[in-house]
């Protein structure tokens, strides 16, 4: 590799490992991520909630909407924690620690799935109306129809498009990943675009422009690494949204249908009108929600930090 | 070339030319505003491997002369006329790719403030490769040892290292090497530095200015120096050429811009420079005014408003630029020459 002059063999060369091509951008935000309190509090919730929704048919010997112990709930009382449900029942006798596990994992699969699918159409989209509009000329008209678009998307309530995109889908579980992520799509197009669109105007993309660099490599290789950052931090934010979402949809009764699959959000539903007897039943799966969001929010924040590069030291 | 400038601007090189802007004018204006002529009629030659000064105060049009060489003005809002012909072609009317593949490979340039001129996610090696790699047949590991072998010509210590680093790790003065090397990293025929060391200390300005002469002159690629800063002239350039509000108002050798100066402008600019040689407690004499004082050249010499040597004449007729054998001049009342006669000018 080099010849180290003198003067800096006292210091090892530690980054003499890192590869020339990519990675070393997420590699160093790893690196500063390790050493922020706020991320590891966070990947350490994520992680938890990650391996109780993978592992949850381990964690308790139940059926999710079982109902075993239905017999034991009278119209004004709900069995509390007792030896054998330590979270004691829900209000149709189906052991509360194994809905919560199992609700996790419904969470889970849908908050990714949705986020994903969210991410992967409004970063398309963001992408392609930012590189060209960031690019200006000829084709910038693809910009503005894109723009458009999107425009009409976001002036539609997310949550009258989703109940449309149920509607027409069906009420089951596809239709509401497709309908939480379809929601999602203006967001990271118009955040992508946007953040695109300012880096466009950076002095580094007119020094690229000077050395003669392509337009194509100029977008894919200068403006966007510089622009996903905030997007993908949304993306690690959305997957809090999309989780309350997921219950609101449920809550609206728009949500997965089978009493079998156990859902925060349709537990909260099922919660309030035994809240004065049993407030655990609508606080537990609040809290789950509350501290999920919470975990991806923490991490989120501390990923945006880690990626800045004005906050590197 | 035209008969206005002529062979006798400079003496005794190739009377090839490597790039030649002819009546190259800009006109900034959307529909609806007051149009700018921030370039007016501007001409000169750039010989190969010769050092070429545009010097002007803010807003004089230099910077813009020289994104309009490189084609990379915006095309909305932009009206450029005139020529500019590099290797037998107008690059004014060349298709954008064409423009791209020339930039870089023929024509490079080295922008003002190296903070913001790199990419600030892209490890440098990255970015001094993907020139390389771009216009020329290279792999990538070839291009990373000329990258490498380029950063330790333009004296930046463990170049290897900082092929990893990303811009923030390094400080301005190595940015501005960085980005020098990055422009000369092709070869290039002609660079275009616009005010390279402005953003810099003075004490790292002389260092960057001397990287920058020395691998113009090891590569013979000609320079076009944009600067406000006399001083950098007098170390880098053969000619000279003066910008006021747009137009040339004189241009000349270096040595006959310095030793004297007949253009009043060109005069004030000297005179604002603090010399070591002047007696003690002598003031400054700066041009007063600011360049915003300024007539349209329609109406007259748009550095009237500010000339220590302006006559009835300055704001009643528009001075051409003429050519005075050893200099051209664009002034009815030029400061006393030493032997040639002034009257000449004035006819």
Known sequence: MSTPLPADSAMPDITMVEDLKGGGLWKGAFRRMRRNPTAIAGALIILVFVLIAIFAPLLTVYEPGSAAGAGQVTPTSVPGPSEDHWLGLDRFGSDMWTQMVFGARQSLVYGVVSTALGLTVGALLGTLAGGFGALGGRFSWIDTAIMRVVDIMLSIPSLLLAVSIAAVLGQNKYSVMIAIGVAQVPIFARLLRGSMLGQGRSDYVLAADALGIRKSRIVMGHILPNSIGPTIVQATLNLATATIEVAALSYLGLGEADPAVAEWGRMLVAAQDRFDAAPRLALLPGFAIAITALGFTLFGEALREALDPRTRK | ?347
């Open chain 2, 1 to 347: 070339m035209t008969v206005r400038t002529t062979t006798r601007r400079h003496q005794g090189g190739p009377t090839e030319v490597l790039l030649s802007v002819r009546d190259l004018s800009v006109t900034f204006g959307l529909r609806g505003q007051r149009a700018v002529n921030a370039v007016d009629a501007v001409s000169f030659d750039i010989r190969p491997g010769q050092h070429v000064g545009l010097v002007g105060e803010s807003g004089s049009g230099k910077s813009v002369t020289a994104l309009a060489v490189m084609g990379l003005l915006p095309k909305r809002g932009v009206k450029i006329s005139g020529e500019v012909s590099y290797g037998g072609r107008n690059l004014l009317t060349a298709g954008d790719s064409a423009m791209s593949s020339l930039r870089g490979r023929d024509i490079a340039m080295v922008f003002q403030d190296p903070m913001t001129s790199l990419n600030p996610v892209v490890p440098i090696g990255r970015q001094l490769t993907e020139v390389i790699v771009r216009h020329e047949k290279v792999g990538k590991a070839e291009a990373r040892d000329r990258a490498e072998a380029l950063l330790r010509k333009v004296g930046i210590p463990d170049p290897g290292r900082r092929l990893r680093e990303y811009p923030h790790q390094l400080s301005g003065g190595m940015r501005q090497r960085v980005l020098i090397a990055i422009a000369l990293a092709c070869e290039p025929k002609l660079l275009i530095a616009d005010e390279p060391t402005t953003a810099l200390d003075v004490t790292i300005q002389a260092q960057v200015l001397e990287v920058l002469k020395d691998l113009v002159t090891d590569t013979d690629a000609a320079l076009l120096m944009i600067t406000h800063d006399l001083g950098v002239v007098a170390g880098l350039c053969d000619e000279v050429n003066v910008m006021y509000s747009g137009r040339i108002v004189e241009a000349t050798s270096r040595g006959l811009l310095f030793g004297e100066p007949r253009h009043p402008y060109t005069g004030g600019l000297l005179e604002s420079i603090p010399r070591l040689d002047s007696p003690r407690g002598t003031p400054l004499r700066p041009i007063p005014g600011s360049p915003t004082q300024t007539i349209p050249w329609s109406e007259g010499c748009a550095f009237a408003p500010r000339c220590r040597n302006k006559i009835d004449r300055c704001t009643e007729a528009t001075p051409t630029l003429a050519d005075l054998g050893d200099r051209q001049l664009r002034c009815f009342n030029p400061l006393a020459a030493a032997d040639t006669s002034a009257e000449q000018v004035k006819a």
